[in-house]
DNA sequence: GTGCGCATTGACTTTTACGTAAATGTCGCT
DNA sequence: AGCGACATTTACGTAAAAGTCAATGCGCAC
């Protein structure tokens, strides 16, 4: 019995580079990272669209400045969630900290919004000051 | 006729440090960034309110995941907004990108937070599930 | 089969943001 | 004067995340 899931599409290197907007050496280095597992015909790769998705976490991980270890572990999790109640137990703890290092980076990231919003004001009153006397 | 702030509050580098849980290294090397300017006596760095408040945005900056040089630049422009014409411009459409990328940041933020509830979630249902058999 | 262009690989390099170690200075106390 | 506790300076180290470069391969259009 085979597993058939052949009306998947199969996406290429530059393909995807374009469509994110990174390198070929980071999709080959997130390859060497184990962080995704694209097929081979010969030597090229051919990306399922589960690698495509993985890739987006990938990079919203990054985005986020989360480092390709911790990336990692995210997709471990993922793929296989720790079934005995210690490991559990500690996940939920550090999930906790990560939840707690996320709000505070929303807070910082609202904080700076407003901030920005000031300058750009400031910005503008300026512009239409000079602007008069243009 | 002299300008007269005896009143200030000194900072000595250790007790920054421990405010923001940062090393001494960490401190001297946003100086020697041109990020902040202690005051000395002797060799030794006396940290006014200002540098302290620095500080605070600068960890902010670097939690958003701006780096040194992005900080600079934001500080320069608290410091000296530019004054001609095409120079405003120039940092309002910075401004726009950089607002627009700290908006993806925080959608990232919120997609990854809640995404980091449903993994609690099954967490507990899973603790739950082992805990009746323990 | 030859040339073209994209793919791949491996090795080396770069940048950022500090860490770390060693040697030396400084200050207050006794 | 000497001690201990911090501070400083200089210089080298390092980890992460790619960038860059050179050599080579593969497929296919002509």
Redesign the interface.
């Known amino acids: 019995m085979q597993m058939r899931h052949g009306l998947d599409k199969y996406y290429t290197i530059t393909e995807l580079t374009r469509e994110f907007g990174v390198s070929t050496r980071t999709l080959r280095f997130y390859e060497d990272e184990g962080l995704i597992h694209p097929e081979r015909r010969g030597r090229t790769r051919f990306f399922r669209s589960t690698d495509r998705h993985l890739i987006k976490e990938i990079l ?2 990054r ?3 989360f480092s390709i270890a911790e990336i990692r572990e995210i997709i471990q ?1 993922y793929k296989e ?1 720790p ?1 005995e ?1 210690g490991q ?2 500690l ?2 703890k550090r ?1 906790e900290d ?2 707690t290092e ?5 807070r ?6 407003e901030e ?1 919003s000031n ?2 004001e ?3 009153t ?2 239409a000051e ?2 008069v006397g ?1």
Chains 1, 2 share one sequence.
């Open positions: 919203r991980g985005r986020i400045g999790i969630p079934g109640a559990l137990r996940m939920m999930l990560k939840r996320l709000i505070q980076k929303r910082d990231i609202e904080e700076t919004l920005m300058v750009e400031a910005c503008l300026r512009l000079i602007g243009t």
